[in-house]
Nanobody, 122 residues
């Protein structure tokens, strides 16, 4: 099994920045694509972006519009989601996930963290 633990979520004002972390254990971390998803109350879980196992390639949902950057440090078994210029509509629980392909659907990922709450409010 692979275990994923997100951290870094908190209350932040509009225009602020946060970096979320996803610590992995139990599998060879570099073998997996790492995806980020988010889910707001009453809404479906939606794709944010992913990064390949080596970190060579990334892909993002259209709403990101250059505000977010996904990275990973394979030596530390950790993936990151850097979020800048946060907006009210970014409020959600953010999840990291690990999978064997470049997926944009939740079902394409095998392992999930518990989520971390990001609240954007003044």
């Amino acid at each position: 099994q692979m275990q994923l633990v997100e951290s870094g979520g908190r209350l932040v004002e509009p225009g602020g920045s946060l970096r979320l972390s996803c610590a992995a254990s139990g599998r060879i971390f570099s073998n997996y694509y790492m995806g980020w998803f988010r889910q707001a109350p009453g809404k479906e879980r939606e794709f944010v972006g992913y990064i390949s196992g080596s970190g060579f390639s990334e892909s993002y949902a259209g709403f990101v519009k250059s505000r977010f950057i996904i990275s990973r440090d394979n030596a530390m078994n950790t993936a990151y989601l850097q979020m800048n210029n946060l907006k009210l509509e970014d409020t959600a629980i953010y999840y990291c996930a690990a999978g064997q392909a470049a997926g944009i659907e939740p079902a394409e990922y095998e392992y999930w963290g518990q989520g971390t709450q990001v609240t954007v409010s003044s």
